[in-house]
């Protein structure tokens, strides 16, 4: 998760620095622990170690087991590049592993070589960034995440690839495994215009990534396990066709009623579609709320003006998550109502465009105790009939 780091000066430092802008220390971000750590050069040449005065284990990990704990680590190649990626790599790894957990997924990235198109170095940094933010959330939920050059068949790889003249437009999916994102994505105006085209009230390279996550996790999770009945139960049966689904959404739009039962639109499309629409949403939240706790923000509820969820709404309201996943839901809720007005005093739009109905919330609940239940026994709520 996303969490409030300070140097070994004691300034405050941010996901995406590699130098501290006060002291100059070096920077770097464990995987292992979700700490950005200052660094002192290492023992042996090209590599490094936590700086002794940077181990701020208070910032929600708590002291790691000492099995998580790598003593020595190599920058990700990708340092100097415009990707200016800041992870570290443990040095225990094969010396020919050279990029982090993250710029290893990749499969294609941007020609940066060609000269028609100078802004590929820029929008490679940009989506890269995006990455790091996804996958470090990710990964802070305990989900593993693995390379399709390690696990061809269950891994993950990404293609970062441009529409080519005379060639089919690149589209922004993913398939078994293989995220394909179009690098006009990272264009602002051009993705704002699609926003605006598609009537979208929300459109980030982040949101695209935990989208397409949601996909890659429905097969690791979902498919041919012991979720899928409660899946259907929820979000229908995803064995419809998908590609008439696509057609009849573009073609017709979403059902009028869609607010009633879907957290955007778009999830209205096919059972896979809201299910990663709705794992999206739940990264989204995890991770600002997470983000606006370690800072210290917190919500008067009292001075808010919302109806709380109740636990009616749940996936089950008799299951031992549901406590603590409604405080979460209504956290979040009361945080969305005043950063929402913030921004609108900001002349900017919502910072959180959505309205979360009933189902939604069942859904919601579903993708938490799905997380929450990864290499454990399925809990009795999946066996459950919804409450919405």
Not at 81 to 97: G, H
Not at 169 to 178: C, I, K
Not at 197 to 202: F, R
């Amino acid at each position: 998760m996303l969490k409030r780091y300070h140097c070994q000066c004691g300034n405050p430092i941010f996901f995406r620095n590699s130098t501290c802008l006060v002291c100059n220390t070096p920077l770097g971000y464990d995987t292992k622990l979700g700490l950005l750590l200052p660094l002192t050069q290492g023992q042996v040449a090209g590599t490094w170690q936590r700086h002794a005065g940077g181990d701020h284990f208070e910032q929600g990990t708590g002291t790691p087991p000492s099995e998580q704990v790598t003593s020595c680590y190599r920058r990700c190649a990708n340092l100097p590049t415009a990707v200016a990626c800041n992870w570290l790599i443990d040095a225990a790894e094969p010396v020919t592993t050279t990029l982090c957990l993250a710029c290893g997924l990749n499969r294609t990235i941007p020609d940066l070589m060609d000269a028609a198109r100078p802004e590929n170095s820029l929008y490679w940094g940009r989506i890269e960034l995006a990455k790091r933010r996804m996958l470090a959330g990710v990964l802070g939920l305990g989900l593993q995440v693995v390379s399709k050059f390690e696990d061809a068949e269950n891994g993950l790889a990404f293609d970062l690839v441009s529409d080519q003249p005379g060639a089919t437009a690149v589209l922004t999916g993913h398939e078994s495994g293989l995220i394909t994102l179009n690098l006009q994505e990272a264009d602002d105006a051009a993705r704002e215009a699609i926003r605006s085209a598609m009537h979208e009230p929300y459109r980030t390279l982040l949101g695209h990534f935990r989208h397409e996550m949601g996909h890659y996790f429905w097969d690791r999770l979902i498919k041919n396990s012991g979720f899928l009945d409660g899946f259907r139960q929820l979000f229908g049966d995803e064995s419809q066709d998908y590609a008439a689904s696509l057609q009849n959404n573009y073609t017709y739009g979403p059902p009028d009623n869609w607010q009633l039962n879907y957290i955007s639109s778009y999830a209205s499309t096919h059972p896979w579609e809201d299910w990663a629409e709705t794992w999206a949403h739940y990264l989204h939240m995890r991770d600002t709320l997470d983000t606006a706790i370690s800072f210290g923000l917190t919500v008067n509820s009292a001075l808010l003006e919302f109806t709380p969820f109740t636990s009616a709404a749940l996936l089950n309201p008799n299951d031992e998550t549901a406590a603590s996943f409604l405080t979460f839901l209504n956290e979040w809720t009361g945080l969305t109502v005043l950063l929402n007005e913030m921004n609108r005093t900001m002349g900017q739009a919502d910072f959180y465009p959505f309205a979360i109905p009933g189902p939604a919330v069942a859904k919601l609940h579903f993708v938490h105790v799905v997380i929450a239940s990864v290499g454990q026994q399925f809990p009795h709520a999946l066996n459950s009939t919804p409450s919405a």
